[in-house]
């Protein structure tokens, strides 16, 4: 739901299984009043159009959910007054690892644990989406790295690796 908001699918997938929602938009309250013994954890990214009336219902509901923002300490500051009732929001930060300050990019690797599926296809992060660089399987799953604020925002969920010179 961060990448594509799609609500019809969101409710197909919640049919079959449990899910773990990452979103950016509030999610309708039928929703999640229908479905929300199968909404295991929801994270809000909190952006300058946000809405803690979503949250309120959240909280209505019994879902568990997190609060996060990639916004800048001004812009947040001016935003948490709206949500002190409900949880902290934790700031995330955009940066390259310092690990790889003096490296050679072109000698650095990746291996993914978090997974975009886009019409049948496999992408190991959403940078490789937006570049369109699928891979054949979860397990054989090394990259090269995509030097974008996409790629770094989801830096957590990789391996980094240095290709050795010899």
Same mark, same amino acid.
């Given at each position: 739901m961060d990448f594509l908001f799609n609500e019809q699918a969101l409710i197909e997938q919640l049919k079959i299984s449990p899910v773990i929602i990452v979103t950016d938009q509030p999610i309708k309250e039928e929703i999640l009043k229908i479905f929300k013994t199968n909404i295991n954890e929801l994270y809000y990214e909190i952006k300058e159009d946000n809405s803690s009336e979503f949250v309120k219902l959240l909280n209505k509901y019994g879902i568990k959910y997190f609060l996060f923002s990639f916004l800048d300490k001004e812009k947040l500051n001016s935003i948490k007054l709206n949500y002190m009732d409900f949880?902290? @929001?934790? /700031?995330?930060?955009?940066v390259r690892p310092e690990? @790889?300050? /003096?490296?050679?990019?072109t000698k650095l690797f990746y291996k993914s644990n978090k997974f975009?599926?886009?019409e049948g296809k496999i992408y190991p992060s959403y940078a490789a989406l937006k570049e369109n660089k699928s891979i054949s399987n979860f397990q054989n799953n090394l990259q090269p790295i995509i030097?974008?604020?996409?790629f770094w925002k989801e830096a957590e969920y990789f391996y980094l690796l240095e290709q050795n010179s010899s």
């Open positions: 949880n902290l @929001i934790t /700031n995330r930060q955009i690990i @790889i300050k /003096n490296k050679d990019l975009t599926l886009s030097d974008s604020p996409d």
